[in-house]
């Protein structure tokens, strides 16, 4: 049985942020994706992966959770990056905008693109004032193709 015949809506964000070298940090960026606000595990939220680049010190961190809960999620790791990364000494070979700067968001199961757009929107929105530049919702059929359309939000 598909997921979105059990009534599922599905989304993932691939948060870039500039820290790689110290494990903890991005760890903790995780964490603080996973934890609602009384700290307790979110049921509708998993971290499916961490990718970290010591040579670029990047990491990406896949989060997955409900439509309704990933703008929070995103939030919240958003915030723990931002009070934990100090790009006065940040050092890579990856150029970066801020401790946080990207952060593209597909869909998964029972919505469409547009719908992420919406959620791109609302998280910038709620977002601590100009951190967040941009969110970027991706097209997955153009990118499947080879190509890299996308929208702004």
Do not use: W
């Amino acid at each position: 049985m598909s997921s979105s015949r059990l009534g599922l809506r599905l989304a993932v964000c691939l948060l870039n942020i500039s820290e790689a070298r110290r494990k903890y940090i991005v760890e903790n960026v995780a964490k603080a994706a996973l934890l609602e606000k009384n700290g307790q595990k979110h049921p509708e939220v998993s971290v499916l992966s961490i990718f970290s680049d010591q040579e670029y010190n990047r990491s990406v961190i896949t989060i997955a959770a409900s439509v309704a809960e990933l703008g929070n999620s995103i939030l919240a790791a958003c915030l723990e990056a931002f009070q934990s990364i100090d790009m006065e000494v940040q050092e890579g070979i990856h150029p970066c905008l801020g401790a946080v700067d990207l952060i593209p968001i597909y869909p998964l199961s029972g919505i469409g693109v547009e719908e992420c757009g919406a959620v791109a929107r609302k998280t910038s929105e709620n977002g601590p004032g100009t951190c967040l530049i941009s969110i970027q919702t991706m097209l997955p059929e153009y990118v499947a193709l080879g190509g890299s359309k996308s929208l702004l939000f």
